[in-house]
Each structure stands twice: as C-alpha cells, then as structure tokens.
C-alpha cells in the first residue's frame, strides 16, 4: 500500500530521474530546470532522447522540396525530463543561432525534437543531428516566418526561463 501511495505521488509530481549521459552528449537544457543530471544542467545524449516517446509527422517545410517525415521526442516532453518550470525556451543551435519561443507552442502544437528524417539520422549537413519543427502541415497558421523562425535545426541548447 505505501509502495502504490509512493509511486502515485511521484506520477502525480513528474518525479522523474534523468539518468547520468553515457555517451556524447547532443543536447543540454539548463536555466529553470529541477531534473539535472549534470550540475545545474539536464544533459541528453541521442540514446536517452530516443528512449522518450518518439511521435513522427510527415510535412511540407521551407527547407525540403517535398513533405518529410519528422521523428523523435515531443518537446514538451523533453522539457518536462528535464523539470522545465518557464514559460518560455530560448533554442541554440551549434552556429549560435538563438530564437525565443513560448513553451505554450510545444503543448498547443506538439513540436517535436525531431532525430530522424524519413527514418534516417540527420547529419549535421542535413540540418541535424536535432531540429525542433513544428508540424506545419497539420496546422495552416503555422505557415507564417514567426513559426518558420523558431523551428531550430542543428539544435544543441536550450535555456528555459
């Protein structure tokens, strides 16, 4: 009884353990966050990103002559191992490029941190190894640079605050 009390209280928090990272790390989240497994930071490797729920679309972009298949984590899911508390993420990708973007969008839109592209991973000269997109065929209003601007490929950081 108090096992089933325990673990209902730490589904009921989010108590979640990040694990240690046991390999190259491809992405860290730092700022607000109350799940780190690295000093301050919550740090992911590839292998921990594809043990969350992997969710895929298929979408028309700017940056593909025809609709590609996205694969990988939910945002919001990646936020939520890390314990994101903000309301807001600043994405950066490996050349420093940095946009802001609300959390809302990762729960109204399901975004996701796509590691896969048509099945297959995304080299860094293919926008990869992590591209945060939006499914920009599912949703028409998505179809504006507001949108286009905050979908960071080659992503390597976020900052929750």
């Known amino acids: 009884m108090k096992l089933a009390c325990l673990l209902a209280l730490c589904l009921s928090t989010h108590c979640f353990a990040l694990d240690v990272p046991n390999g190259a790390v491809v992405l860290s989240v730092s700022g ?9 930071d919550a740090l992911f490797t590839m292998d921990m990103l594809a043990k969350l ?24 899911d990646v936020l939520a191992a890390a314990g994101a508390k903000g309301e807001k993420v600043t994405a950066i990708a490996l ?47 998505l179809r504006q640079d507001v949108y286009y601007t905050r979908s960071v490929w080659q992503l390597s950081k976020m900052i929750v605050h």
């Open 53 to 76: 729920p992997q969710h895929s679309f298929v979408s028309k972009t700017p940056w593909y002559e025809k609709p590609v298949k996205f694969t990988g984590p939910l945002l919001r």
């Open 32 to 40: 607000l966050v109350s799940h780190p497994n690295k000093g301050k």
């Open 95 to 141: 050349d420093e490029y940095r946009v802001e973007l609300p959390v809302s969008d990762a729960h109204k839109y399901s975004m996701i941190i796509a590691r896969l592209l048509d099945d297959k991973p995304m080299s860094i000269r293919n926008k990869g190894p992590l591209f945060i997109v939006y499914p920009y065929s599912a949703h028409a209003e």
